[in-house]
T-cell receptor
Framework: EAQVTQNPRYLITVTGKKLTVTCSQN?????MSWYRQDPGLGLRQIYY???????DKGDVPEGYKVSRKEKRNFPLILESPSPNQTSLYFC????????????FGQGTRLTVV | AQKVTQAQTEISVVEKEDVTLDCVYE???????LFWYKQPPSGELVFLIR??????QNEISGRYSWNFQKSTSSFNFTITASQVVDSAVYFCALSEEETSGSRLTFGEGTQLTVNP
């Protein structure tokens, strides 16, 4: 089954404690992205990757890091989480063609206290 | 820069009513793609439809229909005879040819509540 898998689904952490949210896809997609969803703001892109070792900033990259060492994995790293990073996070993958939809993971609800 | 606006934050209807969700977009590209996603209470994002800028044909899929009008930069979504299971947040999104599938710009979302 084609899918994007994120872990964990829920996470409560404390300010400043480094964390990683993993994302893996089994569709051999070149493109992967991270978005955050906040009430009234929709989804905003954090980082994206167009291929292995190729990453770029999206609209809201501050406070986040990513890496793309393998095609299937695209982890999101919060080196020093802060309460304003409390959000619902989605990983997505897609093929390079613009007319194909992005496939989304099930989401990770992160709370930073 | 691209932008998507969903001016309706929340809509509440009674079952069997028809409802239209509005989506207005901005882009300087001549080739672009529009999408609708549904987010039910369980939280996942479900793809509903995509449309490219060269295809202005309206589309109907069961109770769902989409009206794409380049002249007004709109891509509206209508649910006919709404049902309680249609209750969800609906997002309209845009990607441009240059960035293709790597970057989606989403609207703010519209929370649809269908009451029995």
């Amino acid at each position: 089954e084609a899918q994007v898998t994120q872990n964990p689904r829920y996470l409560i952490t404390v300010t400043g404690k480094k964390l990683t949210v993993t994302c893996s896809q089994n569709m051999n997609h070149e493109y992967m992205s991270w978005y955050r969803q906040d009430p009234g703001l929709g989804l905003r892109q954090i980082y994206y990757s167009m291929n292995v070792e190729v990453t770029d900033k999206g609209d809201v990259p501050e406070g986040y890091k990513v890496s793309r060492k393998e095609k299937r994995n695209f982890p999101l790293i919060l080196e020093s989480p802060s309460p304003n990073q409390t959000s619902l996070y989605f990983c997505a993958s897609s093929s390079p063609r613009g007319n194909t939809e992005a496939f989304f993971g099930q989401g990770t609800r992160l709370t930073v206290v | 820069a691209q932008k998507v606006t969903q001016a309706q934050t929340e809509i509440s209807v009674v079952e069997k009513e028809d409802v239209t969700l509005d989506c207005v977009y901005e882009t300087r590209d001549t080739t672009y793609y529009l999408f609708w996603y549904k987010q039910p209470p369980s939280g996942e994002l479900v793809f509903l439809i995509r449309r490219n800028s060269f295809d202005e044909q309206n589309e109907i899929s069961g109770r769902y229909s989409w009206n794409f009008q380049k002249s007004t930069s709109s891509f509206n979504f209508t649910i006919t005879a709404s049902q309680v299971v249609d209750s969800a947040v609906y997002f309209c999104a845009l990607s441009e040819e240059e960035t293709s599938g790597s970057r989606l710009t989403f609207g703010e979302g519209t929370q649809l509540t269908v009451n029995p």
